[in-house]
């Protein structure tokens, strides 16, 4: 069960957290976390999480974050990483080991940070440093440096490129924002909404038990509460531009920096527990996690787009609890760029799509797209890789029990987040009314003993 | 796929691999002795009595290639993570063509071979890997010159180059040279007029990137240190000024290494290898690619089996190389 979540205010790169670290930052989410849960000195089953981009010294980045934090130093933890999705497995892997009985409660996350990126040394001082590290004289120590070569000594920053394509994945959505012929109104569309819902929801204080201020930084700092169709119609192509070709005959570039993610530093973390756990610590419960779906595609030659897994993990995942696509409350669907939701909307519609990639007889047809990403996504929110999982789950977990609480009937809510290396993770959450009446304090007519 | 030198050749045994250095000293002497005994400028002469030229019927021949020295395996590894080929004991049908070279060269560096090796330019190249090699067999290497034929700007002329590992065929490379300016005199050009995209068998396809090179102005030094090919046009620019390229250019057989690389391993253990070379990359640059499975109008499961690649500068439109792998070891029917 999801009883909670915390998340520290997500910064634009080389903004507050410019001197913060993963680790900083992950502490001071799970800190927020252990604060509001009361949860000081206790031992949790596990904490799991990670971060994308990060430096060999963190090889047990979540486990000094925990020695870091007030929770009891007995409480295990290890690493995981699965790029963007490194948030969402977080969770289904502690929610996997609650339903197995292997443990009690446990707290998924993770963070990154573009501002603090670890800076590697070139492949020809590495093997320098290396060889010399070996040596056993001081002369063939010196005999290793002596192939050091000018060009050596200049740093490698860390890209965002897929490793096996050389291409950011920009360019990748590019070419599947043209494939499905995804239109610049329709993205700006999209961004438009995730920056309108997002401001909405910090006015509407939605975000007073989800965030715990840091470094000065109250709010998520990308958030443009004064965004305007106008404004976003403004703004150059950044990805794409190739496509076209030199004569201009192929598609025109659609995806700009307002319809895209920006890079930002952030952490979040969820807690989950046994329905036994919370209710013994009187904590509430939000909402459970029914199933998940792991996916990947072979993108490597083009063959599906780069950020196409959801769209498998999705049609498994529904066909296995025997689901459409129309029966959710909520879609938390993770805009890597606001073209990624519109291609996977639009791959669902398509009949041939449909059949020939995801063996399905019909298409999964389109949804209701007031329930889409309600509280705004990463376009708004920015998107710090491995805390984005996080995020989303955080405000699902709260939405669909107010939405349970609302309605007094169960709320279902379908996640789906995309990831580098042709991966994606999708998951469903529900929330009963007893329980969501209990943990949002609102009242509805449904109640019983 | 597999054959031999041309009826009439006759084998001639070398105890090693010539070393490369030497070899591009003594092309350098025999280049200038071509330019000092031709007839007539621009055009090459067999005999004294004006016939064409011929190629030596002469096939360079090196029995006992060891692989299982350290330095092979090491600058196999440095070969490997260059190109991006999986880092292991297979070797790569490039890494074959690297080590076939010398044999190569050892012939377009003898008196009796008509065309000047510098500056000659490699047009395209076509490998057969018909048995997989690995690391620690011995090989025995051969290499002759054949098909000498005329080209609208000059002669091109194929270098093959065979390994065999006990005795049975494994790889077959033809490597085609032209050199400019070069003229048979009783001969006219038969070749070369229809540009070359025409015979691309994804021409008319739109190209979709599906990879991007960033090719730093080390590119050319780098292959040059796993390759052995210190040719003068990848060291520097300055060396490449030398022969006329604005800047050093990217070795061909490099970029149609990473294009073989980027088909993974799908292309099996035994693939068919083709690559033709259009306008050189200059260093340093950034190039897309585009690897294509299956071919139009060739549906089904042996097209499936075939890979396309384009390498080009997507700004100025322009193709640098174009190619295709095509995996040996399955049969459709």
Same mark, same amino acid.
């Given at each position: 069960?999801?009883?909670?979540?915390?998340?520290?205010?997500?910064?634009?790169?080389?903004?507050?957290?410019?001197?913060?670290?993963?680790?900083?930052?992950?502490?001071?989410?799970?800190?927020?976390?252990?604060?509001?849960?009361?949860?000081?000195?206790?031992?949790?089953?596990?904490?799991?999480?990670?971060?994308?981009?990060? =430096?060999?010294?963190?090889?047990?980045?979540?486990?000094?974050?925990?020695?870091?934090?007030?929770?009891?130093?007995?409480?295990?933890?290890?690493?995981?990483?699965?790029?963007?999705?490194?948030?969402?497995?977080?969770?289904?892997?502690?929610?996997?080991?609650?339903?197995?009985?292997?443990?009690?409660?446990?707290?998924?996350?993770?963070?990154?940070?573009?501002?603090?990126?670890?800076?590697?040394?070139?492949?020809?001082?590495?093997?320098?440093?290396?060889?010399?590290? =070996?040596?056993?004289?001081?002369?063939?120590?010196?005999?290793?440096?002596?192939?050091?070569?000018?060009?050596?000594?200049?740093?490698?920053?860390?890209?965002?490129?897929?490793?096996?394509?050389?291409?950011?994945?920009?360019?990748?959505?590019?070419?599947?924002?043209?494939?499905?012929?995804?239109?610049?109104?329709?993205?700006?569309?999209?961004?438009?909404?995730?920056?309108?819902?997002?401001?909405?929801?910090?006015?509407?204080?939605?975000?007073?038990?989800?965030?715990?201020?840091?470094?000065?930084?109250?709010?998520?700092?990308?958030?443009?509460?004064?965004?305007?169709?106008?404004?976003?119609?403004?703004?150059?192509?950044?990805?794409?531009?190739?496509?076209?070709?030199?004569?201009?005959?192929?598609?025109?570039?659609?995806?700009?920096?307002?319809?895209?993610?920006?890079?930002?530093?952030?952490?979040?973390?969820?807690?989950?527990?046994?329905?036994?756990?919370?209710?013994?610590?009187?904590?509430?419960?939000?909402?459970?996690?029914?199933?998940?779906?792991?996916?990947?595609?072979?993108?490597?030659?083009?063959?599906?787009?780069?950020?196409?897994?959801?769209? =498998?993990?999705?049609?498994?995942?529904?066909?296995?609890?025997?689901?459409?696509?129309?029966?959710?409350?909520?879609?938390?669907? =993770?805009?890597?760029?606001?073209?990624?939701?519109?291609?996977?909307?639009?791959?669902?519609?398509?009949?041939?799509?449909?059949?020939?990639?995801?063996?399905?007889?019909?298409?999964?047809?389109?949804?209701?797209?007031?329930?889409?990403?309600?509280?705004?996504?990463?376009?708004?929110?920015?998107?710090?890789?491995?805390?984005?999982?996080?995020?989303?789950?955080?405000?699902?977990?709260?939405?669909?029990?107010?939405?349970?609480?609302?309605?007094?009937?169960?709320?279902?809510?379908?996640?789906?987040?995309?990831?580098?290396?042709?991966?994606?993770?999708?998951?469903?959450?529900?929330?009963?009314?007893?329980?969501?009446?209990?943990?949002?304090?609102?009242?509805?007519?449904?109640?019983?003993? | 796929?597999?054959?031999?030198?041309?009826?009439?050749?006759?084998?001639?045994?070398?105890?090693?691999?010539?070393?490369?250095?030497?070899?591009?000293?003594?092309?350098?002497?025999?280049?200038?002795?071509?330019?000092?005994?031709?007839?007539?400028?621009?055009?090459?002469?067999?005999?004294?009595?004006?016939?064409?030229?011929?190629?030596?019927?002469?096939?360079?021949?090196?029995?006992?290639?060891?692989?299982?020295?350290?330095?092979?395996?090491?600058?196999?590894?440095?070969?490997?993570?260059?190109?991006?080929?999986?880092?292991?004991?297979?070797?790569?049908?490039?890494?074959?063509?690297?080590?076939?070279?010398?044999?190569?060269?050892?012939?377009?560096?003898?008196?009796?071979?008509?065309?000047?090796?510098?500056?000659?330019?490699?047009?395209?190249?076509?490998?057969?890997?018909?048995?997989?090699?690995?690391?620690?067999?011995?090989?025995?290497?051969?290499?002759?010159?054949?098909?000498?034929?005329?080209?609208?700007?000059?002669?091109?002329?194929?270098?093959?180059?065979?390994?065999?590992?006990?005795?049975?065929?494994?790889?077959?490379?033809?490597?085609?040279?032209?050199?400019?300016?070069?003229?048979?005199?009783?001969?006219?050009?038969?070749?070369?007029?229809?540009?070359?995209?025409?015979?691309?068998?994804?021409?008319?396809?739109?190209?979709?990137?599906?990879?991007?090179?960033?090719?730093?102005?080390?590119?050319?030094?780098?292959?040059?240190?796993?390759?052995?090919?210190?040719?003068?046009?990848?060291?520097?620019?300055?060396?490449?000024?030398?022969?006329?390229?604005?800047?050093?250019?990217?070795?061909?057989?490099?970029?149609?290494?990473?294009?073989?690389?980027?088909?993974?391993?799908?292309?099996?253990?035994?693939?068919?290898?083709?690559?033709?070379?259009?306008?050189?990359?200059?260093?340093?640059?950034?190039?897309?690619?585009?690897?294509?499975?299956?071919?139009?109008?060739?549906?089904?499961?042996?097209?499936?089996?075939?890979?396309?690649?384009?390498?080009?500068?997507?700004?100025?439109?322009?193709?640098?190389?174009?190619?295709?792998?095509?995996?040996?070891?399955?049969?459709?029917?």
């Amino acid at each position: 069960m999801i009883i909670g979540g915390n998340r520290i205010p997500f910064s634009r790169a080389g903004g507050k957290y410019s001197r913060v670290s993963n680790q900083d930052m992950f502490t001071a989410a799970l800190e927020g976390l252990v604060a509001r849960f009361g949860l000081q000195g206790e031992r949790l089953g596990e904490v799991v999480g990670g971060a994308v981009l990060k =430096h060999s010294r963190d090889f047990n980045l979540i486990r000094e974050s925990v020695l870091g934090s007030s929770l009891s130093p007995q409480t295990p933890a290890y690493d995981l990483q699965q790029a963007c999705a490194t948030g969402l497995e977080a969770v289904v892997t502690i929610a996997n080991k609650i339903r197995l009985g292997q443990v009690e409660s446990g707290i998924a996350g993770g963070a990154d940070s573009i501002s603090d990126a670890p800076i590697a040394v070139s492949e020809g001082l590495r093997r320098v440093l290396l060889e010399a590290g =070996h040596a056993r004289s001081t002369g063939s120590r010196i005999k290793a440096f002596l192939k050091l070569r000018p060009s050596d000594v200049a740093p490698l920053t860390p890209s965002t490129d897929e490793p096996r394509t050389g291409l950011s994945m920009g360019e990748h959505q590019a070419v599947t924002t043209a494939r499905w012929g995804v239109t610049r109104e329709a993205q700006d569309e999209i961004a438009l909404a995730s920056h309108l819902n997002l401001a909405a929801a910090w006015e509407s204080g939605f975000f007073d038990d989800l965030v715990t201020p840091f470094q000065g930084l109250t709010r998520d700092q990308n958030l443009r509460a004064d965004s305007s169709a106008e404004k976003l119609a403004k703004l150059k192509p950044v990805f794409g531009k190739r496509l076209g070709g030199p004569e201009g005959e192929g598609p025109e570039p659609t995806m700009t920096a307002g319809n895209s993610t920006p890079l930002t530093d952030g952490a979040s973390a969820v807690l989950l527990g046994s329905r036994a756990w919370a209710t013994e610590r009187n904590l509430p419960v939000l909402a459970r996690v029914v199933d998940a779906e792991t996916a990947a595609v072979d993108y490597v030659h083009g063959h599906e787009g780069l950020l196409m897994a959801p769209t =498998h993990a999705v049609a498994r995942l529904l066909a296995r609890q025997g689901l459409t696509l129309q029966d959710f409350d909520l879609y938390e669907i =993770h805009e890597a760029f606001a073209a990624t939701v519109l291609s996977a909307l639009a791959a669902w519609e398509d009949a041939d799509f449909c059949r020939d990639e995801l063996g399905l007889d019909a298409p999964l047809g389109s949804i209701d797209r007031a329930r889409l990403n309600v509280h705004g996504s990463s376009v708004a929110a920015g998107h710090p890789f491995a805390a984005t999982g996080g995020r989303i789950v955080a405000t699902a977990a709260k939405l669909v029990a107010a939405k349970a609480a609302e309605t007094g009937r169960t709320a279902r809510v379908l996640i789906s987040v995309c990831a580098a290396g042709g991966l994606g993770v999708a998951a469903i959450l529900e929330a009963d009314p007893d329980d969501a009446t209990a943990a949002t304090g609102t009242t509805t007519t449904a109640q019983e003993g | 796929m597999t054959a031999g030198a041309p009826e009439g050749y006759r084998v001639e045994r070398l105890a090693a691999v010539p070393g490369l250095g030497g070899l591009y000293a003594k092309g350098a002497t025999s280049s200038a002795r071509i330019a000092a005994t031709r007839a007539l400028p621009g055009s090459v002469r067999g005999g004294r009595d004006g016939s064409d030229p011929t190629l030596p019927s002469v096939a360079l021949r090196v029995d006992h290639v060891a692989t299982d020295l350290p330095d092979v395996a090491d600058r196999l590894a440095r070969y490997q993570r260059l190109v991006g080929e999986r880092v292991g004991d297979t070797i790569p049908a490039g890494f074959l063509h690297v080590l076939g070279f010398p044999v190569a060269t050892g012939l377009m560096t003898r008196g009796d071979f008509p065309l000047p090796l510098l500056g000659m330019v490699h047009t395209a190249n076509s490998a057969s890997l018909v048995r997989p090699v690995r690391l620690g067999e011995t090989l025995a290497v051969e290499s002759w010159a054949e098909g000498l034929r005329p080209h609208r700007r000059g002669v091109t002329v194929d270098l093959v180059t065979r390994v065999l590992v006990d005795g049975e065929p494994a790889y077959r490379g033809v490597s085609t040279y032209l050199a400019k300016g070069v003229h048979l005199g009783s001969r006219a050009s038969d070749d070369g007029s229809a540009p070359s995209a025409d015979r691309s068998p994804h021409a008319g396809l739109p190209f979709v990137p599906t990879g991007r090179w960033r090719l730093g102005a080390s590119t050319g030094r780098d292959y040059a240190a796993v390759s052995g090919d210190r040719n003068p046009i990848h060291m520097s620019a300055l060396s490449a000024k030398a022969f006329g390229f604005p800047r050093a250019i990217a070795h061909g057989m490099y970029t149609a290494a990473r294009a073989l690389a980027e088909v993974g391993p799908a292309r099996g253990e035994t693939y068919d290898w083709s690559v033709e070379f259009a306008k050189p990359v200059l260093l340093p640059s950034t190039v897309d690619v585009s690897i294509t499975r299956g071919t139009a109008g060739d549906e089904g499961a042996a097209g499936l089996d075939r890979w396309s690649y384009t390498v080009q500068d997507s700004r100025r439109g322009r193709t640098h190389l174009r190619g295709a792998v095509t995996r040996r070891d399955r049969t459709h029917d």
